[in-house]
């Protein structure tokens, strides 16, 4: 009797058991959302993403794609084994070389699959987690930021969910990289998608600021360790990926910008072009009147603080203060425009409130040593413990370091022990001079050549609030987060530089227009636009034009908006200058940033027809009155185009033809032989004024008091010294541009006849000049005209 109970309570725990594994399995788990179907193996591989429109398994077999790769002790492993419960939907991952086991949550929704680790431990043996990488047969468009990839049928990808999971596959210990994106790469097989997420609930060292800062100790955050990473998974048609990108950006309670209630990348501001300037006060109405005559969208001050990090207004600007620049908002509002401010994001100026009389204890230090014997305020030597952070040159722009609420410039530290700063200079700035005890904690402030300070991480939350606070105060909604890398100074890699821009996001209570000089993966789904190319090196076609038109192909497999950067319109610029940028802004379909400052707009005798210009030709892109035929010969830089109003939202687009390049070289005469080139010109045009530009080629020399003889009669004089590289251009009028070997405008000077009106047909130009050095360079002429003209009109 006794023994049947044994077997009948035996005989119920067993079925127990039975019960609790019936909710485990180890065998290949299978999950389908939309298109999307995703299987994992026993052992924790990904072996299938397939779209059930196109019925292919998109994973590449040939290799591991492993579901998560885990990173313990700077060494990579992959899981050895899978388990699933089915009734909590999670797959349990055991890394059994490592020690580790990681559970992830995998919910089902009707655009995606949603990826969560919801437990990871031990917690201590965890440096970072990788998503991936998972290996994909898809190559012909590669979403390096965003992280999908797309064929001509269907696209493939993953989403980020939160800013603890960056896109990429590890990068650094830092957690950071230079490169645009790296969510999805190429590989030889296709490609790769991936996500990161870094232990960061303990006290690690980097090498900070991709690399530069190296051994730099970094907090630890507590609590923030890899258990929260979450990713979306997706397939859909490749038509439809751009929406399927908005649906979960909604579904996920992701940033989702949006301008009078549309989201931002479907608003009629997507791409469109602003204007940079400085403003006041006193001159807001004129800065105003400007941007409406040229079109544009917005009017954003290129520098309106006395320091960064505060953000400190400059009173010559702005004598009231916030007040006087609501006033400004307000005005610009009235006009239908945005109003904007530029900032460097969190670097700090050394004369802002957080730097100087008492500097904040929460400033960014790329390392630190004890003072090892007292020092009086007026000691010019200092004695470290070691020379660790103050002897790294790499970076060290300012050399300052901290005691106290003293900062203190040292010259150099002795390379022997003992280990001594030398040259100290005491009290910098404006700080208070005082004596410090031994034991003292001597800090090397992260700085950069900007001549500035950094935050750490706790501060940088506070920057970024400042900035908000002044947005709302004011109502500017225009921001650029331009050295949006200056929150690497925290240590904290892409991670701060993401915190950075959701805080900003965040807190700001109206609709705003926000830029970054970095792209990101999280912040792909906070940015408006991503502006590169400086104007400050070249003029139009000089100043990093390459790097512009490179930059469109980016944009492109990115579902970002085609941006050209910054131009400068300065005092000297003229209309064909401005029409040959404006032909590229057109053929792409990208906006730009118009830099116009008030003295040069009022001192340029062209200003009325440059600033219509770019109204008329971006009134033309933004209304697609360019054919995709016309476009691509928009595109290409050898081209040039003049844009004529005929009526409101019609257009007459002039395309110039150019010659053959001319050259002339410097040779031997005989005595008393003429020195001049013969070039037979062949010109195919209506007539006109004569157009062309001259270049001077060569290492090394110069060319002067150039002549140039056209059809035996009509003689142009252009006395001046010419340096190799340097050249000069005649748009047919007495005036004559001057360029340097940069492409920069150097300066005009007036011909004593205009150029004569050219007939279609042959004529004989005879060129000749002095060489007043040994080294020759050449001479080089192409002449240009007006040819083919076709109508346009907006079509939208």
Known sequence: MIFSKLNILRNAILFTGLICLSHYSSAQVSFTSGELKMSISKQGSVTELSNTSTGKNYIYTDTVSPLITLVSNNIRYQPGSMAYDKNQKKIM?????????????????????????????PENKIDAIIWGPIPNTI???????????????????????????????????????WARGIAAVPAKWGSNLQAYSINRDRDRFVDAWGGVYKNMPVKA??????????????????????????????????PHPTINGVWFKKSNLYGKSYMISSYGEKDIDEM????????????YHEGPFKSWGNFVLNPEQFPNGKDGLKKCVDKAHAAGLYLGMHTLTNFINTNDPYVSPVPDKRLSFTGSSTLIKSIHADQNTIEVASPEYFNDEAGNNLHTIKIGTELIRYKSVSSTAPFILLDCQRGAYGTVKSAHQAGEQVGKLFDHSYNVFFPNLDMQREVAKNITDLMNETGVDHLDLDGHEGALASGQGDYALELFAKDVYDQVKHDFIIGTSLSKTFYWHIGSYYNWGEPWYGGFKESMQQYRIDNQGLFDRNYMPH????????????LPEMEWMLSRAAGYNAGFAMVARPAALRKNTQTNQLLDAIREWEMARNGNAFSKVQQEVLKNPKNEFHLEKKAEGKWTLHQYAMSPVFTREKFERQPGEPTHTTWNLQYNWKEQPLQFRMQITGEKGSVKNIKMQIDNYKELLFPIELAAGESL??????????YDKNGKPKSTFKLSTSPPKISSGSHVILIDSEYPEDESPKIEVQFKGLDKMEEIEISK
């Open 139 to 177: 190559n012909k468009t590669i979403g390096e930021i965003i992280g999908v990839v797309r064929d001509s049928e269907i696209s493939l990808g993953i989403q980020v969910l939160n800013i603890k999971t960056l896109g990429g596959d590890y990068p650094s210990r830092e957690g950071s990289t």
């Open 93 to 121: 991952l055991g890394f059994k070389d490592a020690g580790v086991s990681i559970d992830v949550r995998v919910t089902s929704k009707a655009t995606h699959l949603v990826l969560e680790i919801m437990r990871a431990v």
């Open 221 to 254: 955050l507590k609590g923030e360790t890899v258990v929260g990473s979450k990713i979306a998974v997706f397939s859909c048609k490749e038509p439809l990926t751009f929406d399927r990108l908005e649906q979960i950006e909604i579904a996920e309670n992701l």
């Open 288 to 299: 105003i009147g400007y941007t409406k005559r040229a079109g544009l969208v917005s009017l």
């Open 729 to 738: 251009v005649s748009d047919g009028t007495e005036i004559i541009r001057l």
């Open 563 to 574: 941006m050209l950067g910054w131009y400068l319109l300065a005092e000297n610029t003229t």
